[in-house]
C-alpha cells in the first residue's frame, strides 16, 4: 500500500515539473522577443596619459551658458 501511494506521489511530482517546464517554455518562446536586435558596439579610449606637468582637468560645473 505505502509502494503504490508512493508511486502515485511519484508520478505526480513528475507531472507537475513537466507541466511546470512546458509552461515556461511556452511562456519564453511566446512573450520574450528575439535577440535580433545585436549590433556591434565599438568603444574608443584614450590610451595615451596627460602629461606629467599639467594637473588633471576638472569639467566645468555648469554648462556654459
Keep these: 500500500r505505502a509502494l503504490l501511494r508512493g508511486g502515485v506521489l511519484a508520478c505526480a511530482a513528475l507531472l507537475l515539473l513537466w507541466a511546470a517546464i ?3 517554455g511556452s511562456f519564453y518562446f511566446s512573450c520574450l522577443p528575439p ?4 549590433r556591434p558596439v565599438h568603444f574608443a579610449f584614450r590610451c595615451d ?3 606629467p606637468h ?6 566645468p560645473r555648469h554648462p556654459p551658458a
Design 22 to 24: 512546458f509552461l515556461y
Design 35 to 38: 535577440a535580433a536586435l545585436l
Design 49 to 51: 596619459p596627460p602629461a
Design 54 to 59: 599639467t594637473p588633471p582637468q576638472r569639467p
